[in-house]
């Protein structure tokens, strides 16, 4: 083959492996070299965002399954809805690092700005009877949510490296094509509505606090399961914490929270024949003791003739109902 013909025949394969953003050709001494390039920075970013994505998933997924495990699962319909998000959370966050796809980023994305959603509607209004409380381990779920919902909307949203069609033939395009090539403004409405996630759970944050202390009152009695407990004035199953002694409570900060000590001076219904008393908190309130027990309610229990806390092993010790003789 003479000197113009291995000219043609170099011409025709560069017309036939036209350079991308992801190789270049470099001529040396009247050959070529392709030479490999690294990522476009734009795709470092996506696969950063998207690896991010995808752990903030996994963090969010291992908060509920901790809260799952210290309480929420007693809860009725929340325990399961806990359960529920868990292993969503987790199936997603893999999905989002291996596949790689648009959908899997969006629909992390979705996911987790609805859990954050249902949180805040939960502390708001109540969701399924059950009214959530301040937690650190809330507050740190919620901000973990935002992040992820921000990371992966950016992935799902932001445009292709390939060139979109433009003017008539854009128009043309099926929507799903023109959605899989990216949104104009995507990252606009992205911080946006993540701004505005931040907004919202800052103040449902502000207007939760704790839940309020169980006012002793007049106890009371019922049947649970064929067995006689005490409950506060408003039927509300009372529990015991091992750990207290009977002079201190040991169930103070985030166990409280979920064991509303009951305050006051309580007063003795019909059938109680126990010693009642009162004990000093940290906090300097009085607690009410039933035989010598600071007594406590439980945030599972939603309505009286439930004993969702009975025999629960959480926050550093067991609970048990308070019993009386039949």
């Not at 109540?126 to 973990?144: D, M, N, P």
């Amino acid at each position: 083959m003479g000197t113009d013909q291995r000219r043609a025949a170099a011409r025709g394969c560069g017309a036939a492996w036209p350079a991308t953003h992801a190789d270049r050709s470099e001529h040396v001494s009247g050959s070529t070299r392709v030479a490999i390039a690294g990522p476009e920075p734009g795709l470092r970013q996506q696969l950063g965002l998207r690896a991010a994505g995808a752990g903030l998933l996994a963090a969010a997924g291992a908060i509920h399954l901790d809260l799952y495990l210290t309480g929420y699962r007693t809860i009725p319909t929340i325990g399961w809805l806990f359960l529920l998000q868990v292993i969503t959370a987790f199936v997603l966050a893999v999905a989002v690092l291996i596949s790689g796809s648009r959908m899997a980023a969006a629909a992390g994305a979705g996911f987790a700005v609805t859990t954050l959603g249902g949180y805040i509607a939960s502390v708001w209004a109540g969701l399924f009877g059950f009214t959530e409380v301040r937690t650190t381990a809330g507050i740190a779920a919620g901000i973990i949510e935002t992040a992820a919902f921000a990371a992966l909307a950016a992935v799902a949203l932001a445009p292709a490296a390939e060139r979109r069609p433009a003017g008539p033939q854009a128009a043309r395009t099926p929507l799903p094509a023109r959605l899989a090539a990216g949104l104009p403004g995507g990252r606009s409405a992205v911080v946006a509505a993540s701004v505005a996630a931040l907004i919202g759970l800052g103040a449902s944050v502000a207007q939760a606090g704790s839940p309020a202390p169980a006012a002793a009152g007049g106890l009371k009695t019922a049947k649970i399961g064929g067995v006689t407990v005490l409950t506060n004035a408003n039927g509300l199953t009372l529990y015991s914490f091992a750990p207290d002694t009977p002079a201190k409570s040991n169930c103070n900060g985030s166990c409280a929270a979920y064991w509303p000590p009951v305050t006051g001076t309580p007063a003795a219904g019909p059938g109680i024949t126990g010693r009642l008393g009162t004990i000093k908190r940290s906090d300097g309130s009085a607690q009410a003791t039933y035989n010598r027990h600071p007594l406590y309610a439980y945030i599972g229990d939603t309505s009286p003739g439930q004993a969702n806390g009975n025999n629960l092993n959480l926050n550093g010790g067991l609970w048990r109902e308070i019993t009386l003789p039949r």
